[in-house]
């Protein structure tokens, strides 16, 4: 891909993050390809088909991606036992319709630390802000939410986590 000119990053964490990133309209990110989580490939699919992407993903038994071990061995099995019950099959390619129905879902997303779609939590004394994502697929509404938490007017017990 970089041969023909494609800008290419490595996402260590945050696929779900990343995969919302291409649907966005603001963003540079078109593309992305990785192995994640299966929760978070459905949740994915969730938000890319609200905002109208496209999206393919396939489940793949642990032990065909993170290496043939005893560990990962007995991990793979469970999975694919799971996923026999489920009435899921590995290893076939799933569209975006398998994962995620219909496109009338709301996804909501605050950041905590600082990344490529959310601000993290600011402080400054007693004063905390936050950024939200909001995302409603039917109507394919995105919103931006900026948040001012004053923190000694919280409930005590999240007061003294906080504070």
Do not use: W
């Not at 041969?3 to 963003?27: E, H, K, N």
């Not at 469970?78 to 709301?106: F, H, K, P, T, Y």
């Amino acid at each position: 891909m970089q041969a023909m000119g494609v800008r290419v990053f490595a996402v260590p964490d945050g696929d779900v993050a990343a995969s919302i990133l291409t649907c966005m309209p603001d963003s540079e990110v078109d593309v992305m390809y990785c192995i994640g989580g299966a929760p978070e490939g459905v949740v994915s699919a969730a938000v890319i088909r609200a905002l109208d992407g496209d999206m393919h993903g396939r489940l793949l038994p642990r032990h065909e991606v993170k290496g043939d071990n005893e560990e990962n061995r007995k991990a793979g099995e469970l999975e694919l036992e799971r996923c026999a019950q489920m009435g899921v099959e590995a290893n076939v390619v799933l569209r975006m319709e398998d994962m995620a129905r219909s496109d009338n879902v709301i996804f909501s997303a605050t950041g905590i630390t600082k990344g490529d779609l959310l601000e993290g939590i600011a402080r400054q004394g007693n004063i905390a802000t936050t950024e939200t994502l909001l995302i409603r697929g039917r109507c394919r509404t995105i919103r931006r939410i900026k948040s001012t938490h004053y923190l000694e007017r919280k409930d005590p017990e999240i007061r003294d986590i906080i504070l």
